[in-house]
């Protein structure tokens, strides 16, 4: 896991916002998770990192250096799909930031 974690440590651009897949992560909403989004884009941080865990998961070290740990739920989900599911959520987001139609509650 800690090699995993060296590995994925070094892909993350420097000054990037961590946001670490995680079961254990904070449940959001759409529009929630399009909100920090927003929030990070406005503070100037134009690069982010999502972090997805292997079969164990996020090395502790990894996970520490999050800025955000969030979750897809309470299940866990298989490593490819949780990539299409994020590649959703954030296609998602930039839709509700520019007013699209695309989210209807």
């Given amino acids: 896991m800690e090699a995993e974690a060296t590995l994925l440590g070094r892909a993350i651009p420097k000054g990037a916002v961590i946001c670490a897949l995680d079961e254990r992560g904070k449940l959001m ?57 994020l590649t959703e959520q954030l296609y998602r987001a930039a839709s509700i930031l520019a007013g699209s139609p695309y989210h209807r509650v």
């Avoid at 079969?55 to 990539?83: E, T, Y």
């Fill in 29 to 85: 909403s759409s529009p929630d998770f399009a909100t920090q989004l927003g929030r990070w884009r406005d503070d100037g941080r134009s690069d982010l990192a999502f972090v997805i865990g292997g079969a164990d998961g996020i090395a502790p070290s990894l996970r520490a250096r999050a800025d955000a740990r969030l979750s897809f739920g309470k299940m866990v989900w298989p490593h490819m799909l949780a990539r299409v599911m």
